[in-house]
């Protein structure tokens, strides 16, 4: 049979591999016969080959991280994040949203191979991108965590959260894939649809269940599952992708499609 994803042997790193899809993500890169090094913040169930603690809120634990992790890496998958108020503040929520996971990514970038790919999970709360891109990339001009951190702290209007960050991740990949594309590395991004993840309850104090599932769900009227969004994601990151680089890639079963006919509200965009 042929294996057209080709993940034996690989070695990748998984963010926020703790729940969720990160979690799915790094069990069925595992199954698959990958060696996955799981990073989170929370202790980390599935049975990769190491489990290493991060806080994607600090530039130093992110830095002891990566230094626990010997050699070179095939991939990497950026699944961390947190779903900002009222649980979190903009900041923090910022933080490990896109200062955090650039610092990771920028941080492995010298031991990714030639020929490697990272994919980040944006969302479809991202959509509003094109109408902010001149903010966005005015913030990803900083050149490091400091100082990504300090434009956050300065321009609080903008830097709000949620939206921002996730605005963010892909205005990120937009302007890697093409610099990138030198190593022959590839980068892109996924944007969910509403998941059944323990992030859920958290976006159901922002927005009443019902609202949510009126507004936001996919039209196929119900939550994704973990793992319709790990198994795209790693779909990304594989061989079978190697000619798709610079992509946001909508998980949603249509719903931005909706969006961009006028057939549903754009409340994002
Ligand atoms: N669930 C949804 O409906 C939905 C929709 C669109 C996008 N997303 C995005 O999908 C990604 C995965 O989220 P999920 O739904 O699986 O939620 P989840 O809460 O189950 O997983 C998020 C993971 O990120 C980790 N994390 C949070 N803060 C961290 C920190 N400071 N350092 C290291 N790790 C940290 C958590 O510990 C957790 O394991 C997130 O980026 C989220 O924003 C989720």
């Not at 899809?21 to 169930?45: N, R, S």
């Not at 993840?197 to 009227?221: L, R, V, Y």
Request: some cysteine.
């Amino acid at each position: 049979m042929t294996d057209i994803l080709k993940y034996d042997g690989k070695r990748c790193v998984v963010t926020g591999a703790a729940s969720g899809m990160g979690a799915a993500c790094a069990q069925t890169l595992t199954d698959m016969g990958a060696e996955v090094f799981a990073l989170d913040v929370q202790d980390i169930k599935a049975s990769v080959h190491r489990a290493i603690k991060v806080d994607l809120m600090s530039e130093a634990s992110i830095d002891n991280a990566l230094g626990e992790i010997e050699g070179e890496i095939d991939c990497l998958f950026n699944c961390a994040g947190l779903p900002g108020a009222p649980r979190f503040s903009a900041l923090d929520t910022c933080l490990v949203n896109i200062v955090g996971l650039r610092h990771v990514t920028e941080s492995l970038l010298p031991r990714i191979k030639d020929g490697g790919a990272i994919a980040s999970i944006t969302s479809v709360a991202g959509m509003g991108y094109p109408k902010n891109q001149e903010k966005v990339h005015e913030f990803l001009d900083t050149p490091d965590f400091e100082s990504a951190k300090a434009w956050c702290e300065a321009n609080p209007d903008v830097a709000n959260g949620y939206l921002f960050s996730k605005q963010s991740i892909i205005g990120y990949t937009y302007r890697r894939a093409a610099e990138l594309s030198a190593r022959r590395i590839r980068i892109n991004c996924l944007s969910p649809a509403p998941t059944d993840t323990p992030m859920m309850p958290a976006f159901h104090e922002q927005i009443p269940k019902e609202a949510m599932d009126e507004h936001f769900q996919a039209p196929i009227g119900r939550n994704a599952t973990p793992e319709e969004m790990a198994e795209p994601l790693i779909l990304l990151n594989s061989e079978a992708s190697r000619f798709v680089s610079g992509v946001n890639l909508f998980v949603d079963y249509g719903y931005t499609g909706q969006v961009f006919c006028g057939q549903r509200p754009g409340l994002l965009v």
